[in-house]
């Protein structure tokens, strides 16, 4: 099992000891947790893909396979910014580990009934990238398949410099007979110009700052897991933490 020094740093494979310390600082060492039940926030998602293109290169986290839990993430939180400027919920995101679908799941708490309920919302995404000339043909495709009606498809638009145009894509998706409860295309439109958009049912536009979005975001504590505590659910944040990057 991998453990982290919280102090130094210091990453080790450890094999029989479960509660190891680190020789150099002298206190316990955090053993490394996976994506399972772990909450993380969209600011977290981003981050995490940021280390990933320092570590690895741009194009690499941008386009290898091994990251591409890390990139649907990130389009995730995108699509939880948005949500957020509607209803003012702070997102969680959880990557599904043992299922094959949804990709994602995107938490929050809902406490108008004076009690903590988790809302949830099933998100399968699809990239549309530079060797497809046009989304609907992405779009389409997914919807040929079948999924079941509470899942939302989260379109990624991939690559700059290509105009979308989401009233267009909302006017062709009354023609597609969609699976979906909602569908969104999340993109850069510009430097630090996010657009994210439901293009089904019926248009949602939303143009935001991503720096403006990334502070906010911020203030949410990082990972937060589940526990149960008498008969409501409690969310703890994980505190320090070690959840190893994936090509590390
Ligand atoms: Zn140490």
């Not at 479960?18 to 060492?29: F, N, Q, S, T, Y």
């Not at 995101?93 to 994602?104: C, K, L, S, V």
């Not at 700059?160 to 006017?171: E, L, Q, S, T």
């Not at 659910?233 to 994980?238: D, G, I, M, N, S």
Request: aromatic share 12%.
């Amino acid at each position: 099992m991998r453990f982290l020094c919280p102090n130094c740093g210091q990453d080790q494979e450890i094999l029989l000891d479960r509660k190891p310390w680190c020789l150099v600082c002298h206190i316990e060492m955090i053993s490394a947790t996976d994506y399972s039940k772990v909450w993380m926030s969209p600011y977290f998602a981003i981050a995490r893909l940021q280390k990933i293109a320092e570590t690895h290169g741009t194009k690499r986290a941008l386009t290898e396979g091994r990251f591409k839990k890390e990139r649907e993430a990130v389009a995730t939180a995108f699509l939880a910014f948005a949500l957020s400027k509607l209803g003012g919920e702070k997102f969680y995101i959880e990557i599904e580990t043992a299922d094959n679908t949804p990709d994602i799941k995107l938490h929050h708490i809902d406490q108008s009934s004076g009690h903590n309920n988790i809302k949830t919302r099933s998100v399968e995404v699809v990239d549309w990238e530079e060797h497809v000339p046009d989304i609907m043909e992405v779009i389409r495709k997914k919807c040929s398949r079948p999924y079941p009606d509470y899942y939302f498809l989260l379109v990624s638009a991939r690559y700059a410099g290509r105009f979308i145009n989401f009233a267009n894509i909302c006017d062709e998706m009354k023609t597609i007979q969609s699976p979906f409860l909602e569908t969104w295309v999340t993109g850069f439109s510009g430097i630090n110009k996010l657009a994210v958009a439901r293009v089904a049912p019926g248009l949602l536009e939303f143009s935001l700052d991503y720096w403006d979005e990334l502070q906010n975001a911020k203030q949410q504590p990082e990972i937060v897991r589940r526990g149960i505590r008498g008969t409501g659910t409690e969310f703890y944040p994980l505190g320090p933490s070690f959840l190893p990057l994936p090509g590390d």
